[in-house]
């Protein structure tokens, strides 16, 4: 069974610097597809990042960037500039073989401070 | 589009009441799934749905929990009897195509307390 680790629990970063969330997976298929979520206060899950395991350019969205390393199975989140609207929960994801449904990690909490 | 809507927001209920989530996707997605997210276990998916059709269900905890998709526009999930041990946040996503090789829409949650 595919397995999504997120290894920190909680994280925190001043506003205007650089962060980045870890995430590892396990799994056996070639093909998949790796997310991230985010989710504020208001419990709203909302993509960040999306990231095809066959592409080998890394995603990027603005402030956002992944460092995929697939030999690795590692697959982190950048962050940068950091702002106050960045905090909130953050889950890693993972959607692959023949079974069309997500895996979550479960999470690792941003803290922006001012 | 309005997203993907789920109600009630909240839900509090004593223990053995039935509960019904309901869940109105975005039109034009052809899947549409079920999580539960609580402190301890994160997010779990319960059940999905391709047009309408359950296709996996092997996240139901158990007998007490049912979904069903009557058609493309609304699913509702019902526990009966509820237990305190329920009391969690239940999303309802939904996704075109590929489904969860997509993005996946969530809807704003039901909390649901059970007393």
């Known amino acids: 069974a595919q397995t999504v680790t997120q290894s920190q629990p909680e994280m925190s970063v001043q506003e205007a610097e650089t962060v980045t969330l870890s995430c590892t997976y396990d799994?056996?298929?070639?093909?998949?597809?790796l997310f991230w979520y985010k989710q504020p206060p208001s419990r709203q899950m909302i993509l960040v990042i999306r990231?095809?395991?066959?592409?080998?350019q890394n995603a990027t969205e603005n402030r956002f960037s992944v460092n995929f390393q697939k030999a690795a199975k590692s697959f982190s989140l950048k962050i940068s500039d950091s702002q106050l609207g960045d905090a909130a929960m953050y889950f890693c994801?993972?959607?692959?073989?023949?079974?069309?449904?997500?895996?979550f990690g479960k999470g690792t909490l941003l803290t922006v401070n001012p | 589009d309005a997203g993907v809507i789920q109600s009630p927001r909240h839900e509090v209920t004593e223990m053995g009441q039935e509960v019904t989530l309901r869940c109105k996707p975005i039109?034009?997605?052809?899947?549409l799934f079920w999580y539960r997210q609580t402190m301890m276990r994160g997010l779990e998916l319960l059940i999905y749905?391709?047009?309408?059709?359950?296709?996996?269900d092997s996240g139901m905890p158990e007998d007490r929990f049912s979904a069903k998709m009557p058609n493309a526009s609304f699913s509702t999930l019902k526990i009966q009897p509820s237990e305190p041990r329920d009391s969690a946040v239940y999303f309802c996503?939904?996704?075109?195509?590929?489904?969860?090789?997509?993005?996946?829409?969530f809807g704003s949650g039901t909390q649901l307390s059970v007393l």
């Open positions: 996503a939904s996704s075109p195509g590929q489904g969860a090789y997509e993005k996946l829409f």
């Open positions: 799994t056996s298929e070639s093909d998949y597809y």
């Open positions: 990231q095809e395991a066959y592409k080998q």
């Open positions: 994801a993972y959607s692959g073989g023949s079974n069309y449904k997500l895996t």
């Open positions: 039109s034009g997605h052809d899947y």
């Open positions: 749905f391709n047009n309408n059709v359950p296709i996996d």
